[in-house]
């Protein structure tokens, strides 16, 4: 577990201080996204001179449109871990479920926790989404994500989101 977060943080040191080409990303909006976010993707665009695929739909749907769009592209690295929804049976190499796009899914943080996500964020001041700094712990469409109650203070702020302490409820602001 240790050696993932280690070469994890090396590849990101790696990649501050190198000169690449362009990485190819791909995000896929999925429902009516918050300004703050497109802001943070914007930002990421520059700073890591990234290169993004942008598709409006499902997931699904988006990456059998991304194999068509750039059919060169075999595998995805993901940001999953076991703890999110129906990832606990996975690999750090595991193949898309049988119907989806013949894609390998990458994914090295399976085994990070809520909290190593968040002391690798911080200890090397890498920038996140601002919406983390105002109660939110998990973002998805606006329509299904609210500030988590378990940050809620009694003035009616809330804590950033790295002072959640019981990573159970980091999906508590979820409907």
């Known amino acids: ?3 993932y977060q280690r070469r994890v943080r090396v590849l990101y040191l790696a990649l501050q201080n190198r000169n690449y080409g362009k990485i190819l990303t791909v995000c896929i909006e999925t429902d009516a996204v918050f300004d703050e ?5 914007d ?3 520059v700073n890591y001179k ?5 598709i409006q739909g499902k997931i699904k749907a988006g990456l059998f449109e991304l194999v068509e769009t750039a059919p060169h592209i075999k595998a995805v690295l993901m940001g999953t871990r076991h703890t999110d929804p129906y990832s606990s049976e996975l690999a750090p190499f595991t193949p898309c479920d049988p119907g989806w796009a013949p894609l390998m899914r990458v994914s090295p943080m399976l085994d990070w926790t ?3 996500v968040w002391d690798f964020l911080r200890q090397l001041d890498v920038p996140y989404c601002t919406l983390y700094d105002v109660g939110y712990t998990s973002l998805g469409a606006i329509s299904n994500t609210q500030r988590n109650p378990a940050l809620r203070r009694e003035d009616g702020s809330y804590l950033p989101a790295y002072m959640l302490t019981e990573a159970s ?3 508590a602001g979820r409907t």
Not at 37 to 41: A, H, M, P, T, Y
């Open 169 to 171: 409820l980091e999906r």
């Open 50 to 54: 990234l290169s993004i695929i942008k």
């Open 37 to 41: 976010l497109k802001e943070f993707i």
């Open 43 to 45: 930002s990421s665009q």
């Open 1 to 3: 577990k240790q050696w």
């Open 114 to 116: 809520y909290a190593n």
